[in-house]
T-cell receptor, first 116, second 112 residues
Framework: GAVVSQHPSWVICKSGTSVKIECRSLDFQATTMFWYRQFPKQSLMLMATSNEGSKATYEQGVEKDKFLINHASLTLSTLTVTSAHPEDSSFYIC????????????FGPGTRLTVT | EDQVTQSPEALRLQEGESSSLNCSYTVSGLRGLFWYRQDPGKGPEFLFTLYSAGEEKEKERLKATLTKKESFLHITAPKPEDSATYLCAVLTGSGNTGKLIFGQGTTLQVKP
C-alpha cells in the first residue's frame, strides 16, 4: 500500500509554545489530506480537510486559529498547534487520499504531542 | 445522519478460534467501505476497500464482505499477532470530496 510519513513521531513542548507536524505522501500525489486527533481508547476524530493550494476546511468545534493547516504541495501538509496547552496533548494522525478512484485513503504513523 | 456502528466493542479469542467482526452502517450514499487495522500508538493500516454489495476481499487470515447494510471482517484461525483494533469506515460525498466516517472499532485480543 501507499506510504504516508509524519514527523516528528513524538514531541514534548511547553505550554504557550507552537509545534509543527509534517505529513508527507511518499509515493503518490494527494490533493486532499486529512488531520485527525485520537484520544486513548477512542476512534479517530476528523479535525480538518486539507486541500492543496486552498484553505483547509475545519470540522465543527475545531479552532482554526489554534490548529493551522498548510497544504503547500501535492505531497506535503503541515499542522501547527499554536499556543499549545496541556489539553492539546493528544495523538495526531494525518491521512492522504489518492486523487483518482478508488480514492483509497492511507494514514501516517501518528505524532504523540505532550504539552507540559 | 450518517452513522457507522461496530460490534462487538472487544473480542477475546483463543489462537485458532475463528470469528467475525461486524460493521453496520447508515449512510445516504455509500462510495466505499474501508477496513483498517490499528496497533497501539500507531496510525491505522489499510486492509480493504469494498464498493458494492456482494463484494468480498481476502488477505491472509482476513476476509471482508459487504451487504447493503453491513460489512463483516472474518478472521480465520487467528494468531496472537492478529491482536489489534480493527476500524471500519465509510466514504460519503462525491468525486474527490467527502470524508471517512469511522466506527468506534473492535479491539481483538488473540491468546496463545
Amino acid at each position: 500500500g501507499a506510504v504516508v510519513s509524519q514527523h516528528p513521531s513524538w514531541v514534548i513542548c511547553k505550554s504557550g509554545t507552537s509545534v509543527k507536524i509534517e505529513c508527507r505522501s511518499l509515493d503518490f500525489q494527494a490533493t486532499t489530506m486529512f488531520w485527525y486527533r485520537q484520544f486513548p481508547k477512542q476512534s479517530l476524530m476528523l479535525m480538518a480537510t486539507s486541500n492543496e493550494g486552498s484553505k483547509a476546511t475545519y470540522e465543527q468545534g475545531v479552532e482554526k486559529d489554534k490548529f493551522l493547516i498548510n497544504h503547500a504541495s501535492l505531497t506535503l501538509s503541515t499542522l501547527t498547534v499554536t499556543s499549545a496547552h496541556p489539553e492539546d496533548s493528544s495523538f495526531y494522525i494525518c491521512s492522504a487520499r489518492g486523487d483518482f478512484p478508488p480514492y483509497e485513503q492511507y494514514f501516517g504513523p501518528g505524532t504523540r504531542l505532550t504539552v507540559t | 445522519e450518517d452513522q457507522v456502528t461496530q460490534s462487538p466493542e472487544a473480542l477475546r479469542l483463543q489462537e485458532g478460534e475463528s470469528s467475525s467482526l461486524n460493521c453496520s452502517y447508515t449512510v445516504s450514499g455509500l462510495r466505499g467501505l474501508f477496513w483498517y487495522r490499528q496497533d497501539p500508538g500507531k496510525g491505522p493500516e489499510f486492509l480493504f476497500t469494498l464498493y458494492s454489495a456482494g463484494e468480498e476481499k481476502e488477505k491472509e487470515r482476513l476476509k471482508a464482505t459487504l451487504t447493503k447494510k453491513e460489512s463483516f471482517l472474518h478472521i480465520t484461525a487467528p494468531k496472537p499477532e492478529d491482536s489489534a483494533t480493527y476500524l471500519c469506515a465509510v466514504l460519503t460525498g462525491s468525486g474527490n470530496t467527502g470524508k471517512l466516517i469511522f466506527g468506534q472499532g473492535t479491539t481483538l485480543q488473540v491468546k496463545p
